[in-house]
């Protein structure tokens, strides 16, 4: 039996609320195959610890994650509490640099049945093949440099960054992606580079790297597209893509418009992959207006953990770990597809305690 170490960051407003059942489902997955288990390690950070101790994201947190097999990270930030020059707290995004993750992955997944806001125009078969990934870039574009913007009087500048090093890794991640995709879901894999080549110098170099590294990987086709018509053309034929990578800027805000086609950022999980590390969370924000009553959604968080055992299963060629991912997905797909308890967000009355207890029915845990 293999026993993987997970560090915990468990957030603010709902996020430890949604971070106590995806620790309780993993524990029960491991117990049900035998063939691994997990030691969790809870450690502080986010914005009520930086509240009390002046520190959002602790040198001795970052070093036990960096010691960690994976990362678990719930919710961060609280509007009503940020550092002296009036922004939010970003812990979520400075473990990103400090552990180099530069592969930030976006699944935009609609399960039979499921409420969204595409179901006026499409009907439920057509809906289910919506199934594709957004990789961002995490630690470079126009987020490399945020904490260095200088605004005068007269004006504010900020620095966009893409570097080779950083985009050909992220080219090759995301083609070994679509790869794996290929395989597991028998199509043909193929890769979209998200840009604005036709007026950014930046980006016109970073289109010329992806078609350099598209070379190695001769069974992925390839195409591009500008950044704005990607934002009319992910409503308007959702089914069409397969994997899309893009800036650091262009994925967060795609990321959204992704969440919002699945009808909820309830639903949306992420990960941050760097060669070594890989955090998951979901990529919703902390809802400190509902925190402590029960109300959120905890799917995001959970599917974020089913990713992390994917990600596991592939660095320690473990398919246990993957049959596990694959019973959580097919237990949330079966309560999307029944849509008798769903969380107010996703149209429902359901509490937290509600879709946890649903859910492990669907998954006989």
């Known amino acids: 039996m293999t026993d993987f170490q997970i560090a915990v960051f468990d957030g603010d407003g709902i996020g430890p609320e ?38 959002a994201l602790p040198a001795a947190s970052i070093s036990a994650a960096r010691a960690a ?11 009503d509490i940020r550092k002296p020059d009036g922004t939010e707290l970003t812990p979520q995004i400075d473990i990103r640099f400090e552990l180099g993750l530069y592969a930030g992955v976006r699944p935009v997944k609609i399960w039979p049945g499921q409420p969204t806001p595409l179901s006026a125009a499409w009907n439920d078969q057509k809906l289910s093949e919506v199934d594709f990934v957004l990789v961002r870039e995490s630690t470079e574009g126009l987020f490399a440099h945020m904490h260095e913007g200088v605004v005068t009087e007269t004006h504010a500048t900020e620095t966009l960054r893409i570097t080779r090093a950083t985009s050909e890794k992220l080219f090759d991640f995301s083609f070994k992606l679509a790869q794996q995709r290929a395989a597991r879901l028998g199509r043909p894999g193929r890769v979209t580079c998200v840009d604005k080549a036709n007026v950014f110098r930046s980006f016109a170099f970073f289109r ?11 069974d992925i086709a390839t195409d591009a597209a500008y950044v704005d018509a990607m934002a009319m053309w992910m409503v308007q034929k959702p089914r069409a893509w397969d994997v899309m990578v893009t800036e650091n800027m262009f994925g967060d805000i795609l990321s959204d418009l992704g969440a919002a086609l699945m ?14 590390h890989a955090v998951f969370q979901p990529c919703h924000g902390s809802a400190p207006d509902i925190a402590g009553k029960g109300l959120a959604n905890p799917l995001a968080m959970i599917l974020s953990a089913a990713m992390m055992l994917d990600w596991l299963a592939d660095k320690h060629a473990e398919p ?46």
């Open 320 to 365: 246990a770990l993957a049959q596990a991912a694959r019973k959580v997905e097919t237990g949330i797909g079966a309560l999307l597809k029944d849509g008798t308890v769903l969380t107010g967000d996703l149209g429902g009355t359901a509490t937290l305690a509600d879709i946890v207890t649903a859910l492990r029915g669907h998954m006989a845990l």
């Open 263 to 276: 009808g909820s950022l309830g639903l949306a999980p992420s990960a941050d992959i760097g060669d070594n």
């Open 18 to 55: 949604i971070m106590a059942p995806t620790i309780d489902l993993l524990s029960d997955l491991a117990a049900a195959s035998g063939e691994f288990s997990f030691q969790f390690k809870h450690l502080p950070a986010g914005a009520a610890h930086y509240a009390v101790s002046g520190d």
């Open 208 to 218: 010329s790297i992806f078609e350099e590294r598209a070379k190695a990987f001769p």
């Open 69 to 79: 097999d994976a990362i678990l990270l719930s919710a961060m930030g609280l509007p």
